[in-house]
């Protein structure tokens, strides 16, 4: 089945220690996003790619880089976590980033503890 | 400012009964409409999406309704079931391209037997 996969599902690092995450699909879709969702919140876009054009939101901090290596792969890295980072991690990607192409297909996320 | 609003907030429900969710917005220019379905600690997954023209859609024992004059959406749950229990999401997308999201903040449905 086409799907996305983000791996790991949960992932716990110190104070500081950088982490990656990783997410793949194999929908062949353009676009990839990375999101933020903490508890009981609506999930906050960080950034995205179109093919290999890299859009940054705004207000995302320089603390998270992206990286997309080919069409199937994209990883969040976070250089120097802080406590404020725990969340969950949520990847998408969409056909086009235009109208319908843009329904976003999720990952089941990865959960992040930082301690 | 670009807002979507979900209510209620939370709603608990027995099973087989029927509920209703709320999404109003105020998003301009508006390109389309979708509902997810968020379990805990997953992924959201599509329910509906709905373009300006489409009043109505239907997934299962799920139905979206969209009323683009009023600026109002609802997803209506028809004999609910213990795995209907999730966080409901309304996101609309908007911009000259439609490739600008705005989420709601969710509504948490427990459905209990």
């Known amino acids: 089945d086409a799907m996305v996969i983000q791996n790991p599902r949960y992932q716990v690092t110190q104070f500081g220690k950088p982490v990656t995450l990783s997410c793949s699909q194999t929908?062949?879709?353009?676009?990839m996003y990375w999101y933020q969702q903490k508890s009981s919140q609506a999930p906050k876009l960080l950034f995205h790619y179109y093919d290999k054009d890299f859009n940054n939101e705004a207000d995302t901090p320089d603390n998270f880089q992206s990286r997309r290596p080919n069409t199937s792969f994209c990883f969040l890295d976070i250089r120097s976590p802080g406590l404020g980072d725990t969340a969950m991690y949520l990847c998408?990607?969409?056909?086009?980033?235009?109208?319908?192409?843009?329904?976003?297909?999720f990952g089941p996320g990865t959960r992040l503890t930082v301690l | 400012k670009n807002q979507v609003e979900q209510s209620p907030q939370s709603l608990i429900i027995l099973e087989g009964k029927n509920c209703t969710l709320q999404c109003n917005y105020t998003v301009s220019p508006f390109s389309n409409l979708r509902w997810y379905k968020q379990d805990t600690g997953r992924g959201p997954v599509s329910l509906t999406i709905m373009t300006f023209s489409e009043n109505t859609k239907s997934n299962g024992r799920y139905t979206a309704t969209l009323d683009a004059d009023t600026k109002q959406s609802s997803l209506h749950i028809t004999a609910s079931q213990l795995s209907d229990s999730a966080s409901y999401i309304c996101?609309?997308?908007?911009?000259?391209?439609?490739?600008?999201?705005?989420f709601g903040a969710g509504t948490i449905l427990r459905v209990k037997s």
């Open positions: 996101v609309v997308s908007w911009g000259e391209y439609g490739n600008k999201l705005v």
């Open positions: 929908l062949n879709h353009n676009v």
């Open positions: 998408a990607t969409s056909r086009g980033a235009q109208g319908a192409y843009n329904e976003q297909f």
